[in-house]
């Protein structure tokens, strides 16, 4: 007695394919699961045999064949339970009608789901990812728990069929009764526009908002550094709320990650903000980057489209901080194990924050460091020359004075007593969008998005200077003994100046800002 029925497996972001083949034959009870599978596969057997129990079916006590094929392709998960159970059932003739759907056995309809000990399905991860495989791979019906329906109805076009027992799917399959089925019409929640806290919390610090603006504009790396209470970890988690919405593609790329992290909220299934991800300092690499035995995304992944914030840089594990050079230079990160690689996108901006030194008040106006030359050297030291360069902004933040704390306090005119302007987020919002506008347009049939994604090529191609820029450009390469990647870097973030100011032609004040976003020698030596 033999049945098939057809499911999907996953690879990192990928979906795949794969049939659940049962074969029942006469000899000593047995049940097993082949094909590359691991340990939470094997543990499946215990699940399904319950299941089919507690659902009133007698199970078989003989032998037991279950392959998942391709069997050359390791597989992880529990979303096999409901295809292995289901194709257990139907060889066994479990309905006694003989007559089963064909559409379970030519693969017109797939299905996978989790089982409980008593029959119930369950959600599981990676739902998305898997159906978006099945419908591209001419898949049109797919019964799915109903758990993941809200999930489900992304990929538009495609026939549901939610359920929430082992019978109901066994006696779909048998013609016995039917499952209401749902078209998945592709729905989409709007952007939420004030998730993310104002800019105008902040007084003062109009050169590190400026710098932010420019940052989120190109979605260039960030590095903060000052003494405590200056505003590093304000500016830092404001960033998302300036950068423009997420499009569909991008929601969809960024809610399939969290779909196989099992992130995905039942309400909300599609994520529409841009992904903010703020680790301590005590994250592990694998945590940071992404692996485990079976590799789950890593921050750097689930921050996709959005800002990774790291603060109190210096204090993460050094092998940790250099593990991010790889991911910024090409935008996914790469996890090989032994039965095979998985990819996952992490095009992320990197904004990062720390003190001067270990005690934080080194260059501080006020209050005396008290760390050592050889202290600070060594706490500095943890961060890369390497890693660095890849950092397309670097400032340094000073303390504020009373007048620009004091929200009402006119420091421009006492007489008419006008309160100063106040930079919020909607006003940042407006350059960056303009900027994104920009780049879309420029950028349209090339491999990028952004202009911290430049390469050398296209910077020759899109960064031109004219003679005045150039002469600038060469003093300053020639008086700060700046590296190709500085010299390079200094035109993205200038061409990303030019974008705000809606202008093509990269002139010598933008250039002149570029250079000012540079780490102050009083730090980094």
Request: glycine fraction near 8%.
């Amino acid at each position: 007695m033999y049945a098939r029925v057809l499911t999907a497996s996953l690879i990192g972001l990928a979906g795949e394919k794969t049939w659940v083949e049962v074969d029942l034959e006469q000899g000593l009870p047995a049940f097993n699961v082949v094909g590359l599978v691991n340990q939470s596969i094997k543990e499946s057997r215990d699940r399904i045999k319950s299941a089919i129990a507690n659902c009133g079916f007698d199970f078989p006590l003989i032998r037991i064949t279950a392959n998942l094929t391709p069997a050359n392709r390791k597989k992880d998960g529990s979303h096999y339970d409901l295809p292995i159970a289901l194709a257990l059932l139907i060889a066994q003739d479990a309905a006694e009608t003989g007559e089963y759907d064909d559409a379970f056995t030519d693969g017109s309809i797939a299905c996978f789901g989790e089982l409980s000990l008593d029959g119930k399905v369950n959600k599981v991860d990676g739902a998305l990812s898997m159906l978006i495989e099945l419908k591209n791979s001419g898949v049109s019906a797919v019964i799915i728990p109903k758990g993941n329906l809200s999930e489900a109805m992304l990929v538009k076009g495609m026939m549901l069929y939610p359920v929430e027992t082992l019978t109901e799917v066994l006696e779909f399959a048998a013609r016995l009764k039917n499952i209401a089925s749902v078209e998945a019409d592709g729905n989409t929640n709007e952007y939420h526009e004030n998730s993310f806290p104002d800019f105008a919390d902040i007084k003062g610090q109009e050169f590190a908002k400026r710098a932010a603006e420019v940052a989120a504009a190109g979605m260039h790396g960030m590095l903060m550094v000052g003494p405590p209470g200056v505003g590093k970890s304000m500016i830092g988690k404001r960033i998302p709320g300036i950068m423009p919405a997420l499009s569909f593609q991008e929601r969809l790329d960024v809610t399939q990650i969290y779909s196989v992290a099992g992130l995905i909220s039942e309400k909300n299934p599609l994520l529409c903000d841009r992904p903010f991800r703020a680790p301590h300092h005590t994250i592990s690499a694998a945590a940071l980057i992404g692996g485990g035995g079976n590799p789950k995304p890593g921050e750097i992944s689930l921050a996709h489209n959005g800002v990774l914030f790291l603060d109190e840089f210096p204090e993460f594990s050094t092998h940790t901080i250099d593990m991010l050079r790889q991911p910024l230079e090409d935008g996914f990160v790469s996890i090989t194990r032994v039965n095979g690689k998985v990819e996952y996108p992490s095009r992320f901006m990197l904004v990062v924050a720390m003190n001067p030194c270990r005690c934080g008040y080194y260059g501080d106006s006020i209050k005396p460091c008290s760390c050592t030359e050889s202290d600070r050297q060594k706490y500095l030291g943890r961060i890369s020359g390497p890693l660095l360069d890849r950092i397309d902004i670097n400032i340094c933040m000073e303390r504020i004075v009373y007048k620009e704390l004091v929200e009402d306090y006119d420091f421009g005119n006492e007489k008419t007593n006008k309160k100063p302007r106040v930079i919020d987020s909607r006003a940042l919002r407006k350059g960056v969008e303009a900027a994104f506008a920009m780049q879309e347009a420029r950028y349209k049939g090339e491999p990028i998005n952004y202009n911290s994604q430049l390469t050398p090529q296209l910077i020759k191609k899109y960064c031109a200077l004219d003679e005045e820029s150039r002469a600038l450009m060469e003093t300053a390469f020639t008086k700060w003994n700046l590296s190709a990647r500085q010299y390079h870097r200094i035109l993205k973030v200038a061409r990303t100046i030019a974008d705000i100011d809606q202008s093509e032609q990269i002139k010598s004040d933008h250039i002149l800002e570029a250079l000012s976003y540079r780490m102050p020698e009083k730090y980094f030596k």
